[in-house]
């Protein structure tokens, strides 16, 4: 039972059960997050390194990587208005990316394939927990957490499901789908082209 059922409580209670915490290590470290990574708070250098720079840094906080990342996978890549395999390679270039410019290892093609699967969980879940929440009853918000905690676990336990999240052409419908929300209260989950 929540001893708080405020949108803190749940997220406390959340934060603390672990629900989407990524399976690759490095994705867990605490770090410096950007907290606000969207198209418009990047910079293209076209220097010598010819890479993205980030700007913007007023939502700065210490956190676990995974928020970033998440946001970065669903920020930066164009679903669904390209195939999910160009989708597939652009994910993983974002997260390479991060990795080499941590000066952390980058993750093995397994390791890549499972943390898209938790960042696709991780963004989808943090911003159905956000919307959900209502002045509701602590039952309330420890059901919603329970379903929560419940689907995370079968996505990850069931490679057929991982599968078919990451072949679908829009993984956020998907995860509506299975868990059964109805995507639009929730709002645009991708980055919307300037």
């Avoid at 708080?4 to 915490?21: E, I, K, N, R, T």
């Avoid at 010819?50 to 676990?64: K, M, Q």
Wanted: charged share 15%; glycine share 4%.
């Amino acid at each position: 039972m929540l001893a708080d059922p405020s949108y803190a409580g749940l997220c406390q209670a959340w934060a603390s059960a672990h629900v989407c915490m990524p399976r690759y290590v490095f994705a867990q470290r605490l770090v410096t997050l950007h907290g606000d990574i969207h198209p418009g708070n990047l910079v293209h250098d076209t220097g010598a390194k010819n890479d993205l720079r980030c700007i913007d840094f007023e939502l700065s906080a210490v956190g676990h990587a995974i928020f970033d990342l998440a946001k970065a996978v669903a920020m930066l890549v164009p679903r669904p208005q390209i195939n999910p395999s160009q989708c597939a390679l652009l994910e993983k270039a974002v997260l390479v990316s991060y990795f080499e410019n941590m000066g952390l290892p980058v993750p093995s093609e397994l390791d890549l394939e499972c943390l898209r699967v938790d960042c696709f969980l991780y963004h989808f879940t943090t911003r159905y927990l956000y919307l959900r929440h209502l002045p509701l009853c602590a039952e309330s918000c420890q059901a919603i957490l329970h379903t929560v905690h419940a689907y995370v676990l079968r996505v990850r336990r069931t490679p057929a499901l991982s599968r078919a999240l990451l072949r679908a052409p829009d993984p956020y419908a998907y995860i509506a789908d299975t868990l059964g929300v109805r995507l639009h209260e929730l709002g645009s989950l991708y980055c919307h082209p300037v």
